[in-house]
């Protein structure tokens, strides 16, 4: 499949759809000079009848989160989310004026739960002149590459492009509001999405030179390899690479690690090297039982160019865990 403009929009489930069809969309937008900034996972799974949005604003190192929840609609997000593809692959509208929680909930998960009295509010506009990369055929080899292997972790195939670029607009957490602007990683997938047998992976979007390189590297853990992808992003195109590794110092989990080591083999044959700024660990449930991503927004460097990405690290809780978090696992 070709990624289409199209496919900036929301999508119509297939039909019949299969129970564990989703759409969902990431968007982390950052200025790490001020620690100040935007992260919102949305799910849309029709087959539950449901949509969510973890919305999670920093604004000069105050974080304040919101999990909002609602009936599926094929035409909208959750309210009162907006985020709209105003010339799509270009230019991005993303708003939310709404309530939630200040600080971490338990293990220091954000957006755990709806309700809360802060006022956190978005006002912003995405725009990038890259081109986005569309991962969905390097997937489908990865997913196959996964099935080989029957007893190790598995995931569902799904289409899945992602772009970087630059950001600015209005943030508030609280009481405290300003104009911020910065880079963007995003990434938009839909198919069917199940995490599972222990699944661990990393993903490390990342966005540098003011906007001018966007690169990630892919992979899932398995045994003694890593199946994986990468790509790099210029304004000449794009280049991909199998052989992707990660290390996370000092070791990975959640809020775990201050460094992350990416490697890109041939033919891109680049390291990116990361400092973590801060944790935002997200629980996941929707995407397989127990499973939850930590997000370490970074500065990152990357063959003499600099700016910021998310080394994240996804793997599964232990039941007792989940149950801090007081959340019913997805089976």
Do not use: K
């Amino acid at each position: 499949m070709t990624v289409r403009e199209e496919d900036e929009f929301l999508h119509a489930p297939p039909a019949p759809t299969p129970s564990r069809w989703q759409e969902n969309m990431f968007f982390i937008c950052w200025d790490v000079a001020s620690d100040s900034g935007l992260l919102c996972h949305i799910r849309r799974a029709p087959t539950m009848g449901v949509q969510e949005a973890q919305v999670v604003v920093a604004l000069d190192g105050r974080v304040g989160s919101s999990l909002v929840e609602g009936a599926f609609t094929a035409e909208a997000l959750v309210a009162p989310l907006s985020a709209v593809p105003v010339d799509p692959f270009r230019r991005w509208s993303f708003r939310f004026d709404g309530r939630g929680v200040e600080g971490a909930g338990p293990l220091g998960f954000v957006a755990v739960a709806a309700g809360g009295d802060t006022p956190i509010t978005v006002d912003i506009t995405l725009e990038s002149a890259l081109p986005v990369v569309d991962f969905a055929e390097r997937l489908t080899a990865m997913v196959a590459a996964m099935r080989a292997a029957p007893d190790g972790p598995q995931m569902g195939e799904q289409q899945h492009y992602e772009q970087g670029g630059t950001w600015y607009g209005r943030l508030r957490v609280g009481d405290g509001q300003r104009d911020v602007s910065g880079l963007f990683v995003r990434d938009h997938s839909w198919g069917v999405r199940r995490e599972q047998q222990q699944f661990e992976a990393f993903w490390t979007a990342s966005c540098l030179d003011e906007g001018r390189i966007f690169c990630n590297a892919i992979g899932v853990p398995s045994g003694d390899r890593v199946v994986g992808i990468g790509a790099v992003v210029d304004a000449s195109g794009v280049t991909f690479t199998q052989e992707v590794s990660a290390s996370f110092s000092p070791a990975a989990g959640i809020a775990a690690y201050e460094r992350t080591t990416v490697a890109f083999g041939a033919p891109v044959a680049r390291t990116l090297t990361a400092q973590t700024c801060r944790h935002l660990p997200l629980y996941l449930p929707g995407s397989g039982t127990n499973r939850y991503d930590n997000n370490a927004i970074s500065t990152a460097q990357m063959h003499g160019a600099a700016g910021f990405g998310v080394m994240e690290w996804a793997s599964v809780l232990s039941d007792a865990d989940a149950a801090l978090l007081h959340a019913e696992p997805i089976t």
